[in-house]
């Protein structure tokens, strides 16, 4: 039986309604597959996913990497890693024709490395860097530059000795060293996930957005960041964003919390942006409604600055037409929204 797994890379256009322009890749496989990260190089996209090789009962998962032309015809899908210990976390651009994955290897349950190895578009590799960490796995994995040119690796961790998933950052410097590791502990932020981290305006600390997962409905929280990446203050939103929120840094007396909200006192759950001053007071409220769907948000990096305008923000998300939302196996057709 032949398995799909599907790319789909926007590239024109952009409107307050689902964007209907983009193209994307069926790519057929015996195997089970599942996108990790694309990326956008000089004449090429590079996405990376995982494979599942052996049966139901004794599989593994595979990390592959794919180039892309801007036609969409794949040139090169190979698998660079055979071992379920070596996961590609995400890659990051470097230059127009290079990019480093950030790779978790789980060794045993006293030793976790995570690597990061450079390539080019041939997927040569140029350069590695291994870092022991605190024993454990990853969750999730997002990545940013900050203003003095470091990348920003955050997300959740699954830390053996506390048996728990609490938040991380990883500042890793030009040469890619891992030079700064930070593990965010606190009752309040077990078992949540890091849906994304920005650096503020004004460089004086970060926003972290923290999400309880699809199945609670518990109040969202958001970290503030001092520049050593302590918390300076825990946001709590009023109106629970239960469905992957993501946060951006507006200007340096505002910022935004994108999501699907939920409402307790009707019920209703609507994808939203809600605006904020930075005594976290709201400002003002933005909802995207379509009539007879259930609507989610993307999960991660739902809501950014595009590339070519700077001052235009893009949010991001699914149309599901219906009363009820299937989550995980959806029957019905969904539509990407883009506004």
Known sequence: MHKYITIAILVSYISILPAQ????????????EGPISVLELDNYYIACSEKQFGDSENSNWFSSLKKIDRQGVMITDTVVYESSD?????LCETSEFTFFAAISEFVDENITNLILVSFDTDF???????????????????????????????????INHLNSKIPYVFVIDENLNLTRQVYITGTNRSGTLVMNTVEKSDDSGYYMALWGGFL?????????????????????????????????ATSDSTYCISGRFF??????????????????????????????SQDVA?????????????????FTGT?????????????????????
């Open 21 to 32: 322009q983009v193209f994307d890749i069926a790519v057929h496989s015996n195997l089970n």
């Open 86 to 90: 070596l996961k590609i976390l995400l």
């Open 124 to 158: 040569n590799v140029l350069d590695t860097h291994k870092t022991q960490i605190s024993a454990g796995r990853f969750s999730s994995a997002n990545i940013f530059v900050n203003h003095a040119n470091e990348y920003i690796m955050s997300g959740s961790y699954d």
């Open 216 to 248: 609670t409905y518990s109040l969202n929280e958001f970290l503030e960041l001092d520049t050593n990446f302590q918390v300076s203050k825990s946001i709590i939103v009023e109106s629970a964003v239960n469905h992957s929120s993501n946060i951006v």
């Open 263 to 292: 409402y307790t006192s009707t019920d209703e759950r609507n994808m939203a942006i809600v605006k904020y001053d930075t005594a976290h007071a709201e400002i003002m409220r933005k909802e995207f409604i379509i009539e007879d």
């Open 298 to 314: 993307g999960a991660y990096k739902n809501f950014f600055y595009s590339l070519t305008e700077p001052e235009t923000l893009y």
């Open 319 to 339: 149309v599901n037409p219906g009363d009820v939302l299937e989550f995980y196996y959806q029957s019905t057709p969904s539509w990407l929204a883009v506004y």
